[in-house]
């Protein structure tokens, strides 16, 4: 409900003479009183007023109520029911994260390089509205954590319980790209985005990044890629069976050119982020980039609200009669 209003406020007016004429007539009645005499009222003195008496003005009092509601009714107070009608698509986004093993890197401390792409995509995901947003995962291969979907409370929970892969699969960067092309084949979104993060370079699949980026620039569906990884060397950590958990240093190993290529050849922009908050800023600037113009046409529906002051009106004249010719009659 949006709100009421009155269709037609000046009947109100209606109640004004109808109010005078009874103000009226209780004035007059009250001036010229009939009267019975007697010849003493010495036995009466004590007896004190009726609660018929104390209540002869309950009848007027009814009618009065009566009539504002039932003018209140001719000025035909209704209710709105606001709708919208989306005038325009959002976008259709599929955030393609990579979870092999090398994401598990510390040079995003206090946490591993995993973590905080999640942190910064989950942030990017809350930041949207209107668009179909989806996840794909791959390490050694692609696979689709969640179709595309306005569901951002169970995308999230999805995106949340993704964890790195078991063991070193490699990085199909080309697979995992292909697999969100294939989600986005067959939208009919207005624009249509994969977002790219990954640490590494292309070293399984069977479908490369360039096929990928030509197959994606023949869609219309353009990429944004995201380096994610410190430069120079980053600690890994190592289960060492009799030391227990390790660092190592391993030189970042993210193949740039590619990622580049695959941006430049959809449209999109190859981004590098060396640290939490440059990766944050990154999303920020896609999001930014890819924001939907959304055109909405209200409707507002309005429903009568006049029954409901008609009927307590009616009872209130019903019991005003009853009164009025039974326990508060007035003789004469």
């Known amino acids: ?11 109100l007016l209606a109640a004004v003479p109808l109010l005078a004429v009874l103000w009226l007539r209780a004035r007059a009645a009250r001036t010229w009183r009939a009267s019975w005499r007697y010849p003493s009222l010495a036995l009466l003195a004590g007896a004190g007023r009726s609660i018929a008496a104390r209540l002869s003005w309950l009848p007027l009092a009814l009618r009065i109520l009566a009539i504002l509601l039932l003018a209140a009714g001719l000025a035909r107070p209704q209710a ?23 994401m598990a890197a510390e040079d995003f401390r206090p946490r591993n390089r995993l973590n905080v792409a999640k942190e910064a995509v989950a942030g990017f995901i809350a930041g949207r509205r209107n668009d179909r947003l989806g996840l794909v995962v791959f390490a050694g291969s692609g696979y689709t954590a969640c179709p595309l979907t306005i569901d951002y409370d169970v995308l999230l929970q999805i995106l949340e319980g993704t964890g790195l892969a078991e063991r070193d699969e490699g990085t199909a960067i ?99 982020a060396t640290d939490r908050d440059s990766l944050h800023e990154v999303l920020s600037e896609i999001d930014a980039l890819e924001k939907t113009e959304i055109k909405v046409r209200h409707y507002t529906y309005y429903s009568e609200l006049f029954p409901w002051l008609a009927w307590p009106a ?5 019991g005003e009669a009853v009164l009025a010719s039974t326990r508060l009659r007035r003789i004469p």
């Open 174 to 272: 080309g697979m995992g790209l292909s697999v969100a092309l294939n989600r986005l084949r067959e939208s009919e979104a207005r624009s249509k985005v994969v977002v790219l993060l990954t640490d590494g370079r292309n070293n399984r699949g069977a479908i490369d990044p360039s096929t990928a980026a030509s197959l994606a620039r023949t869609l219309g569906i353009k990429v944004y890629s995201i380096g994610v990884g410190a430069r120079g060397e980053a600690p890994f950590p190592v289960q060492d069976p009799i030391l227990g958990k390790r660092y190592v240093y391993l030189r970042a190993d993210i193949d740039e050119e590619a990622l580049r290529e695959i941006s430049t050849v959809t449209g999109g922009r190859y981004f590098r």
């Open 1 to 11: 409900m949006s709100g009421w209003r009155l269709a037609t406020p000046w009947l």
């Open 314 to 318: 009616l009872l209130l004249l019903a």
């Open 80 to 102: 709105g029911h606001q709708e919208e009608e989306m005038l325009t698509r959002g976008i259709d986004i599929v955030m393609v994260l990579d979870n092999s093993t090398s």
